[in-house]
């Protein structure tokens, strides 16, 4: 059966293909009883025990963390065969035939406990959605749940999510418990890594431009993750990961490869809506980026164009980020969806600028959608308003037609967050006319008619 091979060479496939199923239905023939089964058996196995041999060479042995061991052999010949292995175990295996003893002394009617998580590590604050639905009763008793989060904390879901706010290791239980009153555990552990301290000493404040290669102090996997563990430079910071070069009088990071990311602490001293500009340089454009703020995306996906050269660096801008008075972590991560193990791009510094065009009030639970509003005033002359909403932070273009589908001007190809926003239009070098303007966002396409009238 295609389980027990499963079984015999990779044990957590098997169990990952069992997790991927919500019905447990049939799987290739297999009843559910058979995959009830062999899951319960796959659930005590365990990792595989390399120490103990078989007198055959188609055998595998398991053991679990009681040091309970699972026995399974395979029996090519045309006769019975008495297995025997070196820790002095032994089992009958018929001709033909595949067979698995396990030692554990388990209930076999109790639930199976599946614990599973989005993530089992990150800086703080970090959220980990729990789930616990996947588990499950062999005779389809009700199940209820308790999580033990290992501060203290619990909770009766099924399904939950939950915030560490603190650095630290902590231990994850679900108990699961049938109609029986038979109860399930299963744990994990969760690494809560904290933050790195502001490489001048104090948060660099909010707006000013913030040299990239003054990233914060606390090395590797705390301030910065690098994936080479020299500094190809060795002109800035020696003693860490991150590749540095000179720039005559200022420096840049270097040679940024998808999976790397670099932490900054910030300063705010207001509420307010602010530009966040990487100056960046590359010449394949095949990465991106993404700034996080204390760990929310606030930005999206931004692709990497070319810059033209190595040495030339241009902004890509973020515009109109909320960020609440106080002191904060920015995150720059690097990714790329063709190029995982070359340099993608170099960064020299982050320009922040105090956005003055969008309101003051932030406004984090209001729902945005992807829309057009018409222009005003409309007819006009010269100049009008257009304002728009997107639903996501990302790429926005915005550009204005002829009537013979001519492009004539275009306002925007930049990159926006969530929210609304409005620009200007100037038609002082237009005609009398109508015009078109379309707003493209994520695939998605909106074209409206304005009118221009001297």
């Given amino acids: 059966m295609i389980w027990e091979y499963l079984a015999l060479s990779d044990p957590n496939l098997a169990l990952s293909l069992f997790y991927a199923d919500n019905n447990y239905e049939e799987f290739d023939g297999e009843s559910r009883a058979h995959t009830v089964h062999w899951l319960n058996n796959l659930k005590k196995m365990g990792q595989m025990d390399t120490t103990v041999t078989a007198s055959i060479p188609t055998y595998s042995v398991f053991k679990n963390a009681a040091n309970e061991k699972t026995y399974v052999a395979f029996n090519p010949s ?205 010449v394949p454009a095949f990465g991106n980026f993404r700034i996080r703020i204390d760990n929310e995306d606030v930005s999206g996906k931004i692709n990497v164009t070319s810059t033209g050269a190595w040495e030339t660096f241009k902004a890509f801008p973020i515009i109109g980020v909320p960020i609440k008075a106080g002191t904060h972590i920015l995150r720059f991560e690097i990714d790329s969806d063709s190029d995982k193990k070359g340099w993608l791009f170099s960064m020299n510094h982050i320009v922040f600028a105090k956005n003055t065009t969008v309101s003051n009030e932030l406004d984090q639970t209001r729902p945005y959608e992807f829309s057009l509003n018409q222009n005003f005033p409309n007819p006009f002359n010269p100049t009008t308003s257009i304002e728009f909403s997107i639903p996501k932070a990302g790429n926005v273009q915005l550009r204005v037609f002829n009537t013979l589908g001519q492009e004539i001007a275009q306002l925007i190809n930049t990159n926006y967050t969530i929210g609304e926003h409005s620009v200007q239009f100037d038609a002082s070098n237009l005609s009398s006319g109508m015009y078109f303007y379309q707003l493209k966002f994520d695939n998605a396409v909106i074209t409206k008619k304005m009118l221009l009238m001297k």
């Fill in 78 to 282: 045309p006769e019975l065969l008495t297995v025997n292995f070196s820790d002095g175990f032994s089992m009958e295996v018929e001709a033909g035939k595949m067979k698995s003893v396990n030692t554990s002394t388990a209930d076999d009617n109790a639930p199976v406990v599946l614990l599973i998580t989005d993530k089992i590590r990150g800086k703080v604050p970090l959220t980990i959605q729990f789930t616990g639905s996947k588990s499950f009763d062999k005779n389809d008793s009700p199940l209820t749940y308790s999580w033990d989060f290992g501060n203290g904390t619990s909770s009766s879901a099924t399904d939950t999510s939950y915030t560490f706010t603190e650095p630290g290791d902590y231990k994850i239980m679900l108990s699961v418990t049938n109609e029986q009153n038979i109860q399930s555990k299963d744990s994990l552990t969760i690494s809560v890594l904290g933050n790195g301290t502001p490489f001048s000493g104090t948060p660099f404040a909010l707006p000013g431009k913030l040299q990239a290669e003054n990233y914060d102090k606390g090395g590797e996997g705390v301030a910065y993750h690098d994936v080479d563990v020299n500094n190809i430079g060795l002109t800035y910071r020696p003693d860490e990961g991150v590749d540095l070069i000179s720039l005559g009088t200022d420096h840049a990071v270097y040679w940024m490869v998808a999976g790397e990311w670099l932490e900054y602490t910030i300063s705010v001293s207001e509420d307010g809506y602010y530009d966040i500009s990487p100056y960046l340089s590359t």
